[in-house]
């Protein structure tokens, strides 16, 4: 039984000092008594033993019962506060999630860039040898373009730390391929092998970028 009253409510905390759980507990430990002390010799003993078998079910279901009406309240004001706090700590996970998506999308922009320009630089030296080659001269200096630096691993802030890391992600793309061991779906089992390095057949494993923020201290 709870009692609710702004936002609070009582509950059910103390079995040990319940004497209808207690009075449950004294005839089970009654039953247990006979239970110990019972010898079994003929039919007639085994119809008394019946009986006393749907006795204990009975307790059983009346201790049980009894738990429930403490749990009960206590799981659902749980449920309650789980939810409502899914609601409060939303906008911090979408923000977190954002801000890292925004600086996973701007490093990867800058890496894209780094290649490219890399890549335009390697044909130009490439064109100037071939020229080079040809000519015995070059008719225009190589103009190479300047290339972004590289993004660093690790980036200082005020408040923190970012780290750059790789995590490994994976999907079953053959069913049929996949070993037995795995075939329960064991989804913890095959992240343990794939973050070990080892291949499975019918699972497609790779890496992407993570951030990591460590706050100075």
């Known amino acids: 039984m709870t009692i609710e009253n702004t936002g609070t409510a009582l509950v059910l905390i103390r079995p040990d000092l319940d004497s209808k759980v207690n009075d449950l507990y004294q005839q089970g430990v009654g039953l247990q008594y006979r239970a110990e002390g019972r010898v079994i010799l003929s039919l007639e003993d085994v119809r008394d033993a019946t009986d ?45 999630q954002v801000t890292r998506k925004k600086i996973l ?16 630089n390697r044909l130009r030296e490439e064109a ?18 300047e290339v972004t630096p590289a993004q660093p691993d690790l980036i200082h802030s005020d408040f923190a730390t970012l780290g750059k890391q790789k995590r490994w992600q994976f999907e079953v793309v053959d069913f049929a ?41």
Do not use: C
């Open 177 to 217: 391929l996949l070993p037995d061991d795995y075939k329960e779906a064991n989804m913890a089992k095959i992240r343990k092998v794939v973050v070990a390095g080892a291949t499975i057949p019918g699972v497609r494993a790779w890496q992407e970028d993570t951030l990591r923020v460590t706050p100075q201290r």
């Open 105 to 120: 999308d701007y490093r990867a922009e800058q890496e894209r860039m780094r290649l490219e320009q890399e890549r335009i």
């Open 128 to 145: 100037a040898r071939a020229e080079m080659q040809l000519k015995g001269e070059l008719s225009e200096p190589v103009a190479l373009v």
């Open 52 to 96: 006393a078998l749907s006795l204990i079910k009975g307790l059983r279901d009346a201790i049980e019962g009894r738990r429930k009406e403490y749990t009960g309240p206590l799981n659902e004001h749980l449920r309650a506060i789980n939810d409502a706090f899914k609601v409060f700590v939303e906008p911090i996970t979408t923000a977190d």
